[in-house]
Every structure is written in C-alpha cells, then in structure tokens.
C-alpha cells in the first residue's frame, strides 16, 4: 500500500477534492420525466457535476410547467411523451411563462415529428436517452452557453425535411421577409453548420460578443427564440442554400 505524500509538517496530504462552483454560477436543471426511476439515474449522473445543480423534478408536462414557474431553471430537460401535457406543449407553455428557461428534449424518441413538434415549439435541444452521461452534462453546458443541441442522427433527419420542405413548398402570397446584413447572413449560414460562437469568430475573424450580438439581432429581426428556429427560418424562405 502506497503512503500518503506528507506535506513539509508532517502531516498526510489530503487528496484534492471536487472543484468547487458557487450557487450563483451553477446551471440550475429541472429534470421533467414521467420515470421515476430515469429521474433518479439522471440525478444521479448529473449530480456528480460541480457546475450543475438540480433544483426540482416533474413527473408530467404540466407539472414540469407549474415547477419551472416556481423555481425558474436555467434549463429543463424534458422528455417527449408524458401525461398530462406532451414535451412539446409544455416547451410551448414555458415559452410564455418562463421564457430565460431553455428546454432539452431528452428522449428515447427518434421519430421526426416528435423532433419538428419539438423545434416548432421552441426546444433549444433534442438528445436521444442512449447518449452517455457525460454527453448530457456537456449539453447542457453547450445550451446554457447559447448553442443549440441536437443528436447527429435527428441533425440528419432535421436535414433532410429542410430540403423537402423547399421541394415541396407551393406558391403563396409573398411575406415581407426581415432584411439581414451581409455579416447576419454570414453569421446564420456558420450557425446552420452548427458551428459555436467560439468557431464562428474564429472563421469571419471578429470577437465571439460580436458573434452574440449578431445572433441576437437576428433572432430578434426575425421575432424567434433560438438559433436552431431562425435555421429553419431561413431555410423555409429559401434565405439559405441546402444542397441537393
């Protein structure tokens, strides 16, 4: 058995314990899933992270709706399908209630319209419930951060209807569209490539609050919630180019 090392008193050195994060900067998480026992792993899992504090469950969509207006998360991690009120209809709801509240859909669901339901409703992510743990706390910092999140496989899927929506879409009366600038143009095609703040900076050669500053302005000349919505904005009034 190794001795402890001693420190130049004599005494043991104790062995450096978890980094320690004040209250005011933990990710604060409401977890809102209609198994109890997939809660509790997930507590678990989650509750090894020093920067991420679990502040309430919900074991339905309302209830996940009434603790989040109680608590105020920083995000929710919500699943799908549940009583009461779908995963897509409380993200609805909380949009209007708690709107600094960003919703992950975590779910064992790969089915596309449970990830269109999502992304119309406002979800900011959408993970399938086989990523490992540590993907989850990592998407969860992604999202607190202002990124959107979402599993390569349903990335794909999401892909695919953006360029059947344009195959398919028939003519209709033209809506004015919001004009962006030459640089919110440039900003929202490197988002549509799901790059972060950090890489986009990097690529147009400006500061990363630039980079803040342009998605926030897009978002609000454009009158939506998140990155990933403004992508399927864009998409839809043909703002952007998908391959074939």
């Known amino acids: 058995m190794t001795a402890p090392h001693l420190r130049p008193g004599g005494h043991p050195q104790r062995p450096a314990g978890p980094r320690r994060v004040p209250a005011t900067e933990r990710i604060r998480v409401l977890v809102a899933?209609?198994?109890?026992?997939?809660?509790?792993?997930?507590?678990?899992?989650?509750?090894?992270?020093?920067?991420?504090?679990?502040?309430?469950?919900?074991?339905?969509?309302?209830?996940a709706v009434a603790r989040s207006e109680e608590l105020v998360p920083d995000i929710v991690?919500?699943?799908?399908?549940?009583?009461?009120?779908?995963?897509?209809?409380?993200?609805?709801?909380?949009?209007?209630?708690?709107?600094?509240?960003?919703?992950?859909?975590?779910?064992?669901?790969?089915?596309e319209q449970d990830l269109?339901?999502?992304?119309?409703?406002?979800?900011?992510?959408?993970?399938?419930?086989?990523?490992?743990?540590?993907e989850?706390?990592?998407?969860?910092?992604?999202?607190?951060?202002?990124?959107?999140?979402?599993?390569?496989?349903?990335?794909?899927?999401?892909?695919?209807?953006?360029?059947?929506?344009?195959?398919?879409?028939?003519?209709?009366?033209?809506?004015?569209?919001?004009?962006?600038?030459?640089r919110e143009l440039q900003v929202l095609k490197l988002v549509a490539r799901g790059m972060a703040n950090k890489d986009i900076a990097t690529e147009l050669f400006i500061s990363e609050n630039t980079v803040k500053n342009h998605v926030r302005n897009i978002l609000e000349k454009l009158q939506l919630h998140s990155r990933m919505e403004a992508v399927v904005f864009a998409v839809r009034e043909k703002i952007l180019d998908l391959p074939e």
Do not use: C, N, W
């Open 33 to 63: 899933d209609d198994h109890v026992l997939y809660r509790r792993g997930l507590e678990m899992v989650l509750g090894q992270e020093p920067d991420i504090e679990i502040v309430g469950e919900a074991g339905d969509g309302a209830e």
């Open 77 to 111: 991690l919500m699943d799908v399908r549940m009583p009461r009120l779908s995963g897509p209809d409380a993200t609805a709801r909380l949009r209007e209630v708690v709107p600094s509240a960003k919703v992950v859909m975590l779910t064992i669901s790969d089915e």
């Open 116 to 134: 269109y339901a999502a992304v119309r409703a406002g979800a900011t992510g959408y993970l399938l419930k086989d990523v490992p743990g540590e």
């Open 136 to 182: 989850i706390a990592a998407g969860i910092r992604q999202v607190a951060a202002g990124q959107s999140l979402i599993s390569p496989p349903m990335a794909s899927k999401l892909l695919q209807e953006f360029a059947q929506l344009i195959k398919r879409e028939e003519e209709r009366p033209a809506m004015p569209v919001p004009r962006l600038t030459e």
